[in-house]
């Protein structure tokens, strides 16, 4: 048994209803009142009321499906933009331990070279100091030499006190 259209304008109007959603809220309202035990006295009341929760029901679903689809859309490009921060994240921490590591290096290698000059430098003066150490050794001790002499030189002009009176 099909259904066939006994008027063209009742086919559209039921397809209407079905675009609507309106068919589908009252199929739900007649299904919850075939459904109850206790059959309400004012059947017109029932569907009344529940229609609107069956609007509202359908409302809310709709709400809800949009909703939950731009959640997941703004789920996806979060994911994107936590990929991006997470690989500029690696990247740098890449460039900074290159940098740190090529400066690391780099100050090796300039100490290893200060080093190098400070050890010429140190040779040469130490073969100068040694040279004038050698120089000043001579001239210290012909100095003190000369020193000894003319203490005793004095000592001996001065005329030595005794202690005779006390």
Do not use: W
């Not at 959603?21 to 017109?44: H, Q, T, Y």
């Not at 100095?143 to 004095?154: C, F, G, L, Q, W």
């Amino acid at each position: 048994m099909s259904f066939k259209p006994i008027d063209v304008k009742r086919d559209e109007f039921r397809k209407y209803l079905e675009r609507t959603g309106a068919l589908d809220a009252i199929s739900k309202v007649f299904i919850k009142l075939f459904e109850c035990p206790d059959r309400p006295e004012n059947a017109i009341e029932f569907i009344r009321v529940n229609i609107g929760d069956a609007i509202q029901e359908t409302e809310t679903v709709e709400y809800l499906k949009k909703e939950l689809e731009e959640c997941r859309n703004e789920i996806v490009e979060l994911n994107k933009t936590i990929a991006i921060l997470e690989k500029d994240k690696k990247s740098s921490n890449n460039s900074v331990a290159a940098a740190t590591q090529s400066g690391v290096s780099d100050h090796n290698t300039q100490l290893k070279a200060e080093n190098t000059d400070e050890n010429a430098d140190m040779e040469v003066k130490t073969g100068v100091n040694e040279k004038s150490d050698a120089h000043k050794s001579k001239s210290t001790s012909a100095d003190i030499t000369s020193e000894s002499t003319e203490t005793d030189a004095a000592n001996e002009s001065e005329p030595k006190k005794t202690n005779e009176g006390n």
